[in-house]
T-cell receptor
């Protein structure tokens, strides 16, 4: 069974640009969550999507947005990039039955560097 | 006060000894508790979860939960060099409304097993 796939794995952007990251969950998983990981703050929750609906959102500015498609694939977008947005962005999926257990299956992440 | 607090370490333990990792959380209403392991450059993976007060054992790993003290720990017996990783404590339902729960992570404890 294929795992969670994130693309691109690495990218470099400059301040003011925007970026779109993609996540394909494990087949059959309908919940997709996004996290930002930095050395100082650890894993910070961005948002969760379930059946194309945003179910929960973390404390990030409106520059961070996401969506989920009917095939459960998800994208997140960051507009007007700032230096502080440099981080590893992790996508995690969970099956319907297990979403309330907190068992998340993480992708390898997209490492964003903002210059 | 952080929602989920862990000692960042590094924690160094001799091979074969018991490694003890600790975590405290702020929301008394939190429901479920998880330990994720993250190897350097890799994504987190779930190793243990616990819902009820007391101990839960799985091989060399034991999770302990004390809801009254808002404290959860992970013991690793017979520590091996392959256990060297960052261990993330995660709490489900912290600061959330019913049906809108999310998983909140601590910043992690870096564990090094010394051969």
């Amino acid at each position: 069974k294929a795992g969670v796939t994130q693309t691109p794995r690495y990218l470099i952007k400059t301040r003011g640009q925007q970026v779109t990251l993609s996540c394909s969950p494990i087949s059959g998983h309908r919940s997709v969550s996004w996290y930002q990981q930095t050395p100082g703050q650890g894993l910070q929750f961005l948002f969760e999507y379930f059946s194309e609906t945003q179910r929960n959102k973390g404390n990030f500015p409106g520059r961070f947005s996401g969506r989920q498609f009917s095939n459960s694939r998800s994208e997140m977008n960051v507009s007007t990039l700032e230096l502080g947005d440099s981080a590893l962005y992790l996508c995690a999926s969970s099956p319907l039955a297990a979403r309330n257990t907190g068992e998340l299956f993480f992708g390898e992440g997209s490492r964003l560097t903002v210059l | 006060q952080k929602e989920v607090e862990q000692n960042s370490g590094p924690l160094s333990v001799p091979e074969g000894a018991i490694a003890s990792l600790n975590c405290t959380y702020s929301d008394r209403g939190s429901q479920s508790f998880f330990w994720y392991r993250q190897y350097s450059g890799k994504s987190p993976e779930l190793i243990m979860f616990i819902y009820s007060n007391g101990d839960k054992e799985d091989g060399r790993f034991t999770a302990q939960l004390n809801k009254a003290s808002q404290y959860v720990s992970l013991l690793i017996r017979d520590s091996q060099p392959s256990d060297s990783a960052t261990y993330l404590c995660a709490v489900w339902g912290i600061g959330s409304n019913f049906g809108n729960e999310k998983l909140t992570f601590g910043t992690g404890t870096r564990l090094t097993i010394i051969p």
